[in-house]
């Protein structure tokens, strides 16, 4: 599971897709908490709370369409190229799916912390909640990511999927957020955008929806053909 986390984790480092993504991070998170103090006078928030604004429109708006661009095929393309047969001789199917999640996972992590390192030097302030809070959001775009490209075989297929995903999933869940019609605003317990309108560890709900993804992934992907 090690080897495969490091394998994925390197491979994600090596593409100029995550290269621009991981600066689109850093010039971000540079320019939030450059015009922290100027941006927290005109929305009427802390300073602290304005130096992040900027890295949570991304990951809230387009989180899951930067997960699915660079990891969309993750699974389905080990086994569209008949290289999974390989690895599921050498280790077992949870082991590979684990290390698959968790080498995605590291790199969203390394990404997110550098940036947040880049806001705390500039802004001298550090806000753990807020990190833990898009960190958990990051987890669970990553686990549907994965998920989706188990329970699908093409490669091109999740891409589309996902990008739709993207799109959708965003405006829905804002919208259920603010919806006070009682017929449905009960579904937005279900969104995590949700629990981020909460100053506490609510965030602890969008890992159980995680981890849910993740053990459903494990138990279609030990059923799959290889």
């Known amino acids: 599971m090690v080897a495969i986390c490091k394998r994925e984790f390197f491979q994600l480092l090596k593409g100029v897709k995550a290269i621009l993504i991981i ?24 300073t602290k709370d304005a130096s992040v604004v900027g890295l949570m429109f991304l990951i809230l708006c387009f ?43 590291l790199f969203w992590f390394v990404s997110l912390f550098i940036s947040f390192l880049i806001i ?32 699908i075989s093409k490669p091109s297929v999740t891409m589309f999927l996902g990008i739709i995903g993207s799109i959708i999933f965003p405006i829905l869940g804002g919208w259920l ?5 009682p ?24 890992l159980v929806l995680a981890g849910i993804l993740v053990y459903l992934a494990n138990l279609v992907f030990k059923r799959r053909e290889c």
């Not at 699974?75 to 949870?94: A, D, G, Q, W, Y």
């Open 120 to 151: 705390s030097i500039i802004t001298k302030q550090i806000n753990i909640l807020i990190f833990t809070q898009t960190m958990s959001l990051l987890t669970l775009q990553v686990a549907f990511v994965l998920c989706l490209s188990v329970l």
């Open 183 to 206: 017929a449905i605003s009960w579904l937005k317990y279900v969104t995590p955008y949700y629990y981020f309108d909460k100053s506490e560890y609510t965030f602890v709900v969008v």
């Open 23 to 46: 600066l689109l991070f850093l010039v971000t998170a540079y320019y939030s908490a450059k015009f922290a103090e100027p941006l927290a006078v005109i929305v009427e928030i802390s």
């Open 63 to 105: 989180g899951q369409l930067f997960v699915t661009s660079l990891s969309h095929d993750s699974i389905n393309r080990e086994i569209h190229e008949r290289t999974m047969r390989f690895l599921v001789t050498k280790t077992s199917r949870p082991s590979i799916l684990y290390g698959k999640f968790f080498g995605i996972w």
């Open 177 to 181: 957020v603010l919806t006070t019609n």
